[in-house]
């Protein structure tokens, strides 16, 4: 819906390659998605069926079938890849891939650690049938990646085939790039944000706190994900302008 306000950031148009909103979908029901939906479609541009969720969720393919309706892209997490490949199921992996026509993955090594190479070997051949998203970091807390080492990862991850890279908060946001109490590392932050390209890294950001940091930090189109369903608008709100914490973001200075 357009608006008659000025002064409001530009946003692309779907679909678009920046400034894109990733939804974390932890076990919603087919009515709880259709809600969803109805609202948020247009501010919303991925949905990642959370964790090993689409194993057990009655309806899958209807729930999925809802998303692409809406002009969004439905893809499992990358626990249940994670949860296949240590099974050596891999095959059986793109299988239920193709079976439920999802055109996008999630690679990633957050829970089951494995060899760099082995990771950039799954990137590419997935990347020869469909779009791919690498997660960098782990899920651990008593793992710990050096700056450095998350930019080597997500620079050899693109060149591997990945669309994006993610970096990794999990749902709670007190992980990856985040310290125990959800403030951003500054450190490995900066790190990325000076070595590899924005337009091309999706940062987990499950708190509005996060969420205002790097709009206010990186703007309006900063690519953002694991974003609750139920806060789709709110996280429009402040990539607009229209919330409290970007009130004056984008406003000119000589009207304030």
């Not at 990633?108 to 799954?122: A, I, M, P, Q, V």
């Not at 590419?124 to 049938?129: G, K, N, P």
């Not at 789709?232 to 984008?250: A, H, K, M, Y």
């Given at each position: 819906?357009?608006?008659?306000?000025?002064?409001?950031?530009?946003?692309?148009?779907?679909?678009?390659?920046?400034?894109?909103?990733?939804?974390?979908?932890?076990?919603m029901s087919v009515r709880e998605a259709e809600d969803f939906v109805s609202?948020?479609?247009?501010?919303?541009?991925?949905?990642?069926?959370?964790?090993?969720?689409?194993?057990?969720?009655?309806?899958?393919?209807?729930?999925?079938?809802?998303?692409?309706?809406?002009?969004?892209?439905?893809?499992?997490?990358?626990?249940?890849?994670?949860?296949?490949?240590?099974?050596?199921?891999?095959?059986?992996?793109?299988?239920?891939?193709?079976?439920?026509?999802?055109?996008?993955?999630?690679?990633?090594?957050?829970?089951?650690?494995?060899?760099?190479?082995?990771?950039?070997?799954?990137?590419?051949?997935?990347?020869?049938?469909?779009?791919?998203?690498?997660?960098?970091?782990?899920?651990?807390?008593?793992?710990?990646?050096?700056?450095?080492?998350?930019?080597?990862?997500?620079?050899?991850?693109?060149?591997?085939?990945?669309?994006?890279?993610?970096?990794?908060?999990?749902?709670?946001?007190?992980?990856?790039?985040?310290?125990?109490?959800?403030?951003?590392?500054?450190?490995?932050?900066?790190?990325?944000?000076?070595?590899?390209?924005?337009?091309?890294?999706?940062?987990?950001?499950?708190?509005?706190?996060?969420?205002?940091?790097?709009?206010?930090?990186?703007?309006?189109?900063?690519?953002?994900?694991?974003?609750?369903?139920?806060?789709?608008?709110?996280?429009?709100?402040?990539?607009?302008?229209?919330?409290?914490?970007?009130?004056?973001?984008?406003?000119?200075?000589?009207?304030?």
């Amino acid at each position: 819906m357009k608006s008659a306000l000025t002064f409001l950031p530009e946003r692309p148009a779907k679909p678009r390659k920046t400034g894109l909103t990733m939804v974390m979908d932890k076990g919603m029901s087919v009515r709880e998605a259709e809600d969803f939906v109805s609202v948020g479609s247009e501010c919303a541009d991925f949905v990642k069926l959370g964790f090993g969720t689409s194993v057990i969720t009655p309806a899958l393919d209807r729930k999925i079938a809802v998303y692409k309706n809406a002009g969004l892209i439905p893809y499992f997490g990358g626990t249940l890849f994670e949860a296949y490949v240590v099974r050596n199921m891999f095959d059986s992996y793109r299988e239920l891939v193709n079976r439920y026509g999802i055109t996008m993955v999630e690679v990633s090594d957050g829970s089951y650690e494995f060899e760099h190479s082995r990771k950039l070997e799954y990137i590419s051949r997935l990347a020869e049938t469909v779009t791919v998203l690498s997660e960098v970091g782990s899920k651990k807390k008593d793992v710990v990646y050096s700056p450095l080492q998350w930019v080597d990862m997500m620079k050899s991850e693109l060149e591997a085939g990945a669309f994006k890279v993610i970096a990794e908060a999990r749902e709670s946001g007190t992980v990856g790039i985040y310290n125990d109490d959800g403030s951003v590392n500054s450190n490995i932050i900066d790190a990325i944000s000076h070595q590899v390209s924005l337009d091309n890294v999706l940062w987990e950001a499950p708190l509005k706190a996060q969420q205002v940091w790097f709009i206010k930090n990186f703007g309006a189109n900063v690519n953002l994900g694991n974003i609750a369903p139920n806060e789709i608008l709110s996280l429009e709100t402040l990539r607009l302008g229209l919330r409290g914490d970007t009130f004056f973001q984008f406003l000119p200075k000589d009207i304030l």
